[in-house]
């Protein structure tokens, strides 16, 4: 049985960091690509980052530069340093696994998640 447990949420001010991590358990899980999405109230679950296990990264927009994605192939975890932080980044942050390499970043194509963790930026 395959689990994602996230830790490292919180209450911060903008301009501040937050460091998010994501530990994968599961006998013989092996996850091609791992990732973080959010989602804020109102709003579908979108795609933060996404690094697969050759450290091949993507970031959507709005976080270029702020936000690095990184991954730990022999411990099967996966970590988002979040700098810069503004208040349109709070949301719930969910870490997310997948076998496959052909996983788009359409949030219902991944097949593992963990149960989110609440990041608020206050202004």
């Known amino acids: 049985q395959v689990q994602l447990v996230e830790s490292g949420g919180g209450l911060v001010q903008a301009g501040g960091s937050l460091r998010l991590s994501c530990a994968a358990s599961?006998?013989?899980?092996?996850?091609?690509?791992m990732g973080w999405f959010r989602q804020a109230p109102g709003k579908e679950r979108e795609i933060v980052a996404r690094i697969t296990r050759s450290s091949s990264t993507y970031y959507t927009d709005s976080v270029k530069g702020r936000f690095t994605i990184s991954r730990d192939n022999a411990k099967n975890t996966v970590d988002l340093q979040m700098n810069s932080l503004k208040p349109e980044d709070t949301a719930v942050y969910y870490c997310a696994a997948d076998r496959s390499a052909f996983v788009s970043n359409n949030w219902s194509q991944w097949n593992y998640w963990g149960q989110g963790t609440q990041v608020t930026v206050s202004s």
């Open positions: 599961g006998r013989t899980f092996s996850p091609y690509i």
